[in-house]
């Protein structure tokens, strides 16, 4: 579950939208490959979470047309899929963007104040825990640790560990991030340049 | 022995009492079948343990923990309601460890429960506060943290109030058991859990078909229904029993009445015809019953035809009924004069109505809408079986292998029964759904033949032609049972795979394995309605029908059947009772010179003896000047019958038109007397429901104004006209009624409880008859009938490309006069969608909610229109419910030449797209009825 606080929303809502939304049916091999997928075994019980896995390993999260299709088949209603879907962690319901920032919010971060940086990572990319940013570069999720709780508070780009964080680092953490996937997108080159010097400057992650 | 000793210990178990478990529960010895719950074995015993999951009707989900007891050398406290009996097992279920186990428990749920009871619709009848008293648990004084969500009001059946929730899932297995839709699922689970709709969609796009049996099973007040809120106390409301209005299935429902007005309504769980379900109708459809529309005063035209309507005194109105009534047959005979009965009231008056035109005008010229819907069933049953009604219960249906459903769009039409097709489905049978529309069964269809409308003959001659070549039929059941089989096998030779594909659009293989899973199957039933009897061939469906069920030996036995679902609440009573021109109560024909004799000495007048006109041929008749006077009672032709300009004009050239309704509605207002009637709720009676489930029920309020039930009126009326008769109560009504008709020999009013009778009833000791044709079919032998294919009157040509089908919708019912002053309802669907393909509307240029002229040859309408794949193309499908887009415009009376019944699923019209200005706007009595919220 990525939600770990009462949002006081009825359900989630999608500040983010859906950049690496799954491609038109007919022009991707992957909605045929769901059908094979399907086919035969959508109705054999005990097989829903299997399917899901594997709806997953194709599509990299769970695109609501092939849930509703999983529900066309499986003759499961698609809110009990939904159901299911939001119980395990390991399922995901939008894509996922290009970096998934990890925010830990575990003890040892909570006492050296990561409610803060949880704060300024959700200012800065302007999605709430468990959402993708609308320009798909960053996923927001929520963890409970990240097992190098000296390093207090800390955070995770990707599979790179950044510590002793203030909401100041960690901003700059982002923005050099953001400026590195959009030069290497082509959609400011000039930023990109500057991105890549910044880039080499940043290389101590852990200040004293 | 052992069967009954369970039967009457309330249990459903083959265990000889012999092999029963004993225990002792807080010190009592009982003894239970195996298997048995401690909390089932404890409630039998009066031991009332606490629950706020469990549901007798639904499966063990053990997740409240309030059920925990101490069972003697167990480990931990067990949860009841999901912990079986064993043999000497010593319960204890107050114990002081139980009591604190369910202290805390309940504790931790008002933690998260605001204790706002005050303004709690749920006050006085919520199990959380009953057990919190019971339990004396105070309330939490430094809560922990609290999950805070705002509630769901999106739609305008009921609010789901999260911080009320306790999860304890009752709504969710509802939806998904009972309901089969699964519209609402925990999501998010953990402390954060809601019960919602997959990404966060409200229910109407989720699929909910909002019966409300999760407002029901709701044990707080998370679950409330709109209309309830504000609108009385739990202990200010009193909950009586009656029998739901709308549809054949007649599902018993309590409705709750404080002050005299009706504030709620649910399911009652007595009867077996609906067994504790219900749908969106009879949950949220009763306004009309209060509605300031409703007629309240007779009203007469003092001033001829021209005239306004006035209102008037009872006396003065009827004083006009009889004189208007009797100057005709004066002046031109009794056939000058013909009545409408009513599918819409009870058996008594329905029995009185045709008594009083044969009786006391001296007409046969009686008929009612029956005619419309189910007369091919009557004449087509009659002639095969010998009998025209449902030949299985509806509750046997959930034990069908095979489920053959042919033009019945069950879950909107019947949804109750829907319930037990899915419940079969759920239990592994197989379904076949025949039927142009793809109908929402079909997702719980093992095949759906998509067949073209029209063609249901010839697919069902293919259909019997296979199970006959490949040798899969009944030679046993054929030969004992039945007669004709050799000249029904010449007529359908011509009727292989590959003709019969081609004719109905059904691909060869489809037939092949819908042959085989119905043929193959020990017990397999089939379901039609009025897909097949709405044809000019369709008595020679339902006789394609029967032909079929013999041909396999699918009669006679539970599972099995030919089962018509009718359409009216009390249309199988209607029929019954004699309703019909051609025969007396009991399908007792009036050409037989002996039942005439019967009846004449019993009524102590001269029966005239030819067949009377049926619906559409009396509006011919009016419409030719023939038929002078017409007395209609509940009925609204010129909504309901096929071409309805036709029938407006006809009932204007009438000289005397007596209309006796609950509105005033198209019909009534070209009357020149209108009696105020009365609904279900303000009257005593019986209904007969599909099943021929004789069904008897009291009022609930007292008639509104000045209206009278029916049946006095009709005495009334009888009086007036010189026929005093004295069956001055219901009771004395049906007790004269049974004693001329056999099938209802036996019935009486004090004989029917919850579960009613069953007919053939023929004497006042048998028990009633769930299933007909064990032994022998009531004409002796089952006839097959032969049978061939003949198109439609009407099909598509260059002018007029389209083939319009028409049908019902869940939320609506008939002419709209009755659903359409349900806040809930009308706010829900306020216009006609007419369903136009994806394709087609492609080509038209049509939007979803666009607005389309549609034309036939007879008249055109304006509706918005639905685009959507429920219709293939060159089909267009249209409900009867609005009368601004009303369909019977468009539908000809083409007729079956046995039955009379018209075509209405068949008719060939053009559409073309005009502009959104043009929407026919809901009419102002329906409009004022729409929520609050959904008025701009």
């Known amino acids: 579950m990525a939600e770990g606080e009462a949002t006081g929303a009825a359900f989630p809502v999608r500040r983010g939208g859906q950049p690496q ?161 959009m030069a290497r997108q082509g959609r400011d080159p000039v930023a990109g340049a500057q991105a890549a010097d910044a880039g080499a400057a940043c290389d101590a992650h852990f200040p004293a | ?287 009309f019953v209060q509605s300031p529309d409703r007629l309240t005063t007779p009203l007469v035209r003092r001033g001829g035809k021209d005239g306004p309507l006035e209102p008037a005194s009872w006396e003065e109105a009827l004083h006009r009924v009889a004189r208007g009534l009797a100057e005709i047959r004066e002046q031109y005979g009794p056939d000058a004069l013909a009545v409408l009965s009513s599918a819409k009231c009870t058996n008594e008056e329905n029995y009185l109505m045709q008594k009083l035109a044969r009786a006391a005008l001296g007409t046969n010229n009686v008929d009612h809408c029956a005619r419309l819907c189910h007369a091919s069933t009557v004449a087509g049953l009659a002639t095969a079986f010998g009998s025209g009604a449902m030949t299985n219960s509806i509750g046997d249906l959930a034990q069908a292998q095979v489920l053959l459903v042919i033009g019945s769009n069950t879950t909107e039409a019947h949804p109750v029964i829907g319930l037990r097709i899915k419940e079969a489905v759920r239990r592994g049978a197989k379904l076949i759904v025949a039927d142009p529309r793809r109908i929402p069964l079909t997702r719980y269809a093992d095949l759906h033949l998509q067949l073209l409308p029209g063609t249901n003959v010839a697919l069902l001659n293919g259909l019997a032609w296979i199970i006959w070549k490949r040798g899969w039929y009944d030679a046993e059941f054929v030969a004992a049972r039945t007669e004709g089989f050799e000249g029904w096998s010449r007529a359908v030779e011509p009727y292989n795979p590959e003709y019969v594909s081609k004719l109905t659009g059904v691909p060869v293989q489809a037939l092949e394995e819908a042959a085989r899973f119905y043929a193959q199957a020990e017990r397999a039933a089939i379901v039609y309605s009025m897909g097949v009897t709405q044809h000019t061939s369709g008595t020679d469906g339902v006789l394609a029908v029967a032909n ?179 069956t001055r109560t219901p009771a004395a009504i049906l007790d004269e009624a049974a004693s001329l008709t056999p099938i209802y020999g036996g019935i009486r009013h004090r004989r029917l409880g919850p579960a009613g009778l069953q007919w053939p009833c023929p004497t006042p000791d048998h028990p009633g008859t769930p299933i007909l044709h064990t032994q022998q079919f009531s004409r002796g032998k089952g006839l097959f009938y032969p049978v061939t294919y003949r198109r439609a009157h009407e099909l598509p040509d260059e002018e007029y490309p389209f083939i319009l089908s028409t049908g019902r919708l869940l939320f609506h019912f008939h002419t709209g006069t009755m659903s359409r002053r349900s806040p809930e309802l009308t706010t829900h669907r306020p216009w006609e969608r007419s369903e136009i393909n994806r394709q087609d509307a492609a080509r038209l240029g049509l939007k979803d909610g666009d607005v389309a002229r549609i034309r036939s040859r007879r008249g055109s309408v304006l509706a918005r229109v639905e685009v959507t794949d429920r219709v293939p193309p060159g089909v267009v499908f249209m409900t009867f419910h609005y009368r601004e887009s009303a369909a019977n415009l468009l539908t000809a009376a083409a007729l079956d030449p046995v039955a009379r019944i018209p075509e209405f699923k068949v008719s060939a019209v053009q559409v073309e797209k005009v502009a959104p200005e043009q929407a026919p706007a809901v009419p102002e009595e329906y409009a004022r009825c729409m929520r609050p919220e959904a008025r701009v």
């Not at chain 1, 940013?133 to 508070?153: K, M, N, Y």
């Not at chain 2, 031991?47 to 923990?65: D, F, S």
């Not at chain 2, 005593?684 to 309020?701: D, H, S, Y």
């Open chain 2, 1 to 287: 022995m052992a069967a009954d000793e369970a039967a009457k210990a309330g249990f459903r178990t083959a265990a000889a009492p012999q092999d029963w478990v004993r225990l002792s529960v807080d010190g009592r010895e009982l003894a239970v079948p195996p298997g048995t719950s401690i909390l089932e074995a404890a409630r039998r015993a009066g031991v009332e343990i606490p629950t706020l999951c469990y549901h007798p009707e639904l499966t063990v989900a053990g997740a409240c923990r309030l059920c925990l007891v101490e069972v003697e050398g167990a480990r931990n406290l067990a949860a009841a309601c999901a912990t079986p009996v064993q043999q000497d097992m010593v319960v204890h279920t107050e114990s002081p460890q139980v009591v604190e186990a369910r202290r805390t428990v309940l504790e931790l749920l008002l933690q998260n429960h605001p204790l706002e009871c005050y303004r709690c619709e749920r006050n006085g009848d919520c199990r959380l506060q009953d057990y919190a008293y019971r339990y004396q648990v105070e309330a939490p004084r430094r809560p922990g943290a609290v999950r805070h969500f705002a509630p769901d009001d999106r739609n305008p059946f009921f609010v789901r109030d999260y911080d009320k929730c306790i999860l304890c899932g009752q709504c969710v297995r509802v939806c998904d058991e009972i309901q089969a839709i699964g519209a609402i699922d925990y999501t998010r689970r953990g402390f954060n859990t809601q019960i919602t709709s997959a990404y966060g969609q409200g229910l109407e796009e989720a699929g909910c078909v909002f019966c409300g049996m999760c407002v029901d099973v709701c044990p707080v007040g998370a679950l409330v229904p709109k209309y309830a809120l504000g609108a009385g106390r739990s202990w200010e409301k009193t909950w009586r029993r009656t029998i739901c209005p709308y549809c054949g299935v007649g599902c018993a429902i309590e409705l709750a009445v404080k002050g005299g007005r009706i504030v709620g309504a649910r399911a009652a769980h007595d009867s077996p015809a609906n067994a504790g379900k219900i749908c969106v109708k009879g949950h949220f459809g009763w306004d």
């Open chain 1, 21 to 181: 939304e799954a491609a038109d049916p007919a022009s991707d091999a992957r909605w045929q490959r769901l059908e094979e997928l399907l086919a035969g075994r959508a109705r054999q019980p005990g097989q829903l979470i299997p399917l899901l896995q594997e709806i997953q390993g194709l599509f990299g999260y769970l695109p609501r047309p092939a849930l509703e299709r999983l529900a066309d088949e499986s003759r499961l209603s698609l809110n009990r899929i939904y159901g299911v879907a939001t119980f395990y962690a390991q399922f995901r319901l939008q894509p996922r963007g290009l970096h998934v920032v990890r925010v830990c919010v575990g003890t040892a971060c909570h006492v050296r104040g990561s409610a803060r940086i949880m704060q300024r990572v959700q200012e800065e990319l302007g999605v709430g825990a468990g959402e993708t940013t609308a320009d798909g570069i960053f996923s927001l999720e929520p963890v409970a640790c990240l097992g190098c709780c000296g390093l207090a508070p800390v955070m995770m780009v990707d599979e790179t560990p950044y510590g002793k964080l203030t909401p100041e680092r960690a901003q700059q953490v982002l923005r050099r991030y953001r400026r590195e996937a």
């Open chain 2, 548 to 726: 079929l069920a013999m041909l396999t030996g699918n009669l006679g036995r539970p599972g099995t059947g030919v089962n018509p679902l009718r359409g009216q609440n009390n249309v199988q009573g209607a029929c019954d009772m004699g309703a019909l021109p051609d025969v007396l109560p009991g399908y007792q024909k009036i050409e037989d010179p002996a039942v005439r004799e019967k009846f004449g000495r019993a009524w102590g007048v001269r029966l005239p003896e030819r067949p009377g006109l049926t619906v559409t041929e009396i509006m011919d008749a009016a419409a030719r000047g023939q038929i002078k006077g017409l007395y209609l009672m509940g009925e609204n032709p010129v909504l309901s019958d096929p071409d309805a300009g036709h029938v407006q004009q006809a009932l204007q050239r009438l000289d005397f038109l007596v209309v006796q309704d609950i509105f005033l509605t198209e019909s009534a207002a070209l009357a020149d007397v209108v009696l105020p009637g009365t609904t279900f709720a303000e009257k005593e009676g019986t209904f007969t429901n599909t099943e021929r489930r004789v069904q008897k029920f009291m009022p609930v309020i007292e008639p509104v104004g000045a209206a009278r039930p029916d049946w006095q009126i009709l005495l009334d009326v009888a009086e007036r006209l010189g026929h005093r008769w004295d």
